[in-house]
T-cell receptor
Framework: QKEVEQNSGPLSVPEGAIASLNCTYS??????FFWYRQYSGKSPELIMS????GDKEDGRFTAQLNKASQYVSLLIRDSQPSDSATYLC???????????FGAGTQVVVTP | DGGITQSPKYLFRKEGQNVTLSCEQN?????MYWYRQDPGQGLRLIYY???????QKGDIAEGYSVSREKKESFPLTVTSAQKNPTAFYLC??????????????FGEGSRLTVL
C-alpha cells in the first residue's frame, strides 16, 4: 500500500496558466510536507516545505496543506517552459529519517 | 561552494561484482541518506545515518552496505546479493533533528547499470 499518492500525469499546462498538483498521504500523524522538483535525468531539488495547515507562498509557488483531509497541493502560477519537470511530494511521518516520497507528477508546460 | 559530490556518475557492473558509490558533502550536515530511484517510481530509502559511526536500514537495505567513518562521507556498496541493482542512486544530506530532516540536499546521482 502506497503511503504517498500522486497522479503521474503528464499534466499539460499552457504557458502562463496555473498548474495544480495534488498529493494525498495515509499517515495521519505526518508532521511535515515537502515538494521537490526533478528535471529529467537530474536529481531532485527542494522547492517548498510546509508544516501547518493553510497556504504558503514563495514566488510563483504556493503550497497548500489540509491535515484533516490528508491532502497537500502545489500551485504553480504563470507557468513557464522551465517549469516542465517531475514534481515529487514527500511526507515526513514523524519517524526520524523516514521521509516518504510519492512517485511524482510530470508537468509539461506548452508554449 | 557547499554541496554534495557523488561519484562516479555512470557505472557499469558485471553480475556478481560489488561496486562502491562515493558520496561526500561539505555542508556540515549531520544526517546523510542513500535513495534508489527506478523509472516511474518515487525515491526509496536504502540507508541513512544521523551521526558518525551509526547508520540505520531503510526500506530496501537488502543487498547494500554503508559506512560512516567521517561526517563528510557516506559510501554505499552495492553487493552481488542485490538482485536488481540497475537504478539511479541518490545521496542526500540534511540537518539532523526536527522538521529539517525533510529538507534534503541531493547530489547529482550515480546511474548504475548491470551488464
Amino acid at each position: 500500500q502506497k503511503e504517498v499518492e500522486q497522479n503521474s500525469g503528464p499534466l499539460s499546462v499552457p504557458e502562463g496558466a496555473i498548474a495544480s498538483l495534488n498529493c494525498t498521504y495515509s499517515d495521519r500523524g505526518s508532521q511535515s510536507f515537502f515538494w521537490y522538483r526533478q528535471y529529467s535525468g537530474k536529481s531532485p531539488e527542494l522547492i517548498m516545505s510546509i508544516y501547518s495547515n493553510g497556504d504558503k507562498e514563495d514566488g510563483r509557488f504556493t503550497a497548500q496543506l489540509n491535515k484533516a483531509s490528508q491532502y497537500v497541493s502545489l500551485l504553480i502560477r504563470d507557468s513557464q517552459p522551465s517549469d516542465s519537470a517531475t514534481y515529487l511530494c514527500a511526507v515526513n511521518g514523524g519517524s526520524w529519517g523516514k521521509l516518504q516520497f510519492g512517485a511524482g507528477t510530470q508537468v509539461v508546460v506548452t508554449p | 561552494d557547499g554541496g554534495i559530490t557523488q561519484s562516479p556518475k555512470y557505472l557499469f557492473r558485471k553480475e556478481g561484482q560489488n561496486v562502491t558509490l562515493s558520496c561526500e558533502q561539505n555542508l556540515n550536515h549531520d544526517a546523510m541518506y542513500w535513495y534508489r530511484q527506478d523509472p516511474g517510481q518515487g525515491l526509496r530509502l536504502i540507508y541513512y545515518s544521523q551521526i558518525v559511526n551509526d547508520f540505520q536500514k531503510g526500506d530496501i537495505a537488502e543487498g547494500y552496505s554503508v559506512s560512516r567513518e567521517k561526517k563528510e562521507s557516506f559510501p554505499l556498496t552495492v553487493t552481488s546479493a542485490q538482485k536488481n541493482p540497475t537504478a539511479f542512486y541518490l545521496c542526500a544530506s540534511s540537518m539532523a533533528g526536527g522538521a529539517g530532516t525533510g529538507e534534503l540536499f541531493f547530489g547529482e546521482g550515480s546511474r548504475l547499470t548491470v551488464l
